[in-house]
């Protein structure tokens, strides 16, 4: 997990609220991921961004919106649109050259 | 659209037998594929992958994959099994310039 930070580790939202994600990384990767996580489904692409100030939907882009304004940071709203939202948020950013992702420790969030 | 099957949702093995965690994949064109694991409440962390060359690919912690074309699988396998080996592991593909995609994820345990 090292080179990528998640905060917070908890969070827990209320009926109609919108709630942020973040995610820094020092790694100087371009590109950086967010995906949701429930049980029994695997990992679900949310959004994704190659380069700074661009990014696209992923698979379940609905209720979620994001900004890539730095190389480093790739924050996450959960916007009261989203009515399913409690799940395990996980943030990942790629190394161009050998493909790999790198993960950070992941935020679960909660509905009050 | 590319997909990732793991038909196993759990596999048990008892320490120090060989394990074998299966993998099918759907893409078009030449694939890229990955394995990861997920210990409790932590991010994925990559074990290997193939992108050409060699069908056998050895990873971390001794694990290794074979890439059967025919098949379209991507099996992970380990000749003998340790309990810290049990987690959480995920297939991932993607073909051309796509983000990954993830399997559902089989939990492994290994008893000792």
């Known amino acids: 997990d090292g080179g990528i930070t998640q905060s917070p580790k908890y969070l827990f939202r209320k009926e109609g609220q919108n709630v942020t994600l973040s995610c820094e990384q020092n790694l100087n990767h371009d590109a950086m991921y967010w995906y949701r996580q429930d049980p029994g489904q695997g990992l679900r692409l949310i959004y994704y961004?190659?380069?700074?100030?661009?990014?696209q939907k992923g698979d379940i882009a609905e209720g979620y919106s994001v900004s890539r304004e730095k190389k480093e940071s790739f924050p996450l709203t959960v916007t009261s649109a989203q009515k399913n939202p409690t799940a395990f948020y996980l943030c990942?950013?790629?190394?161009?050259?050998?493909?790999?992702?790198?993960f950070g420790s992941g935020t679960q969030l909660s509905v009050l | 659209a590319q997909s990732v099957a793991q038909p196993e949702d759990q596999v048990n093995v008892a320490e120090g037998n060989p394990l074998t965690v299966k993998c099918t994949y759907s893409v078009s064109g030449n694939p890229y594929l990955f394995w990861y694991v997920q210990y409790p409440n932590r991010g994925l962390q990559f074990l290997l992958k193939?992108?050409?060359?060699?069908?056998l690919v050895k990873g971390s912690y001794g694990f290794e994959a074979e890439f059967n074309k025919s098949q379209t699988s991507f099996h992970l396998k380990k000749p003998s099994a340790l309990v810290s080996d049990s987690a959480l592991y995920f297939c991932?593909?993607?073909?051309?310039?796509?983000?990954?995609?993830f399997g559902k994820g089989t939990r492994l345990s290994v008893i000792a």
């Open positions: 193939y992108i050409t060359g060699d069908n």
């Open positions: 990942a950013t790629q190394d161009r050259g050998s493909e790999k992702l790198f």
């Open positions: 961004s190659q380069i700074v100030n661009d990014f």
């Open positions: 991932a593909v993607r073909g051309g310039n796509t983000p990954l995609v």
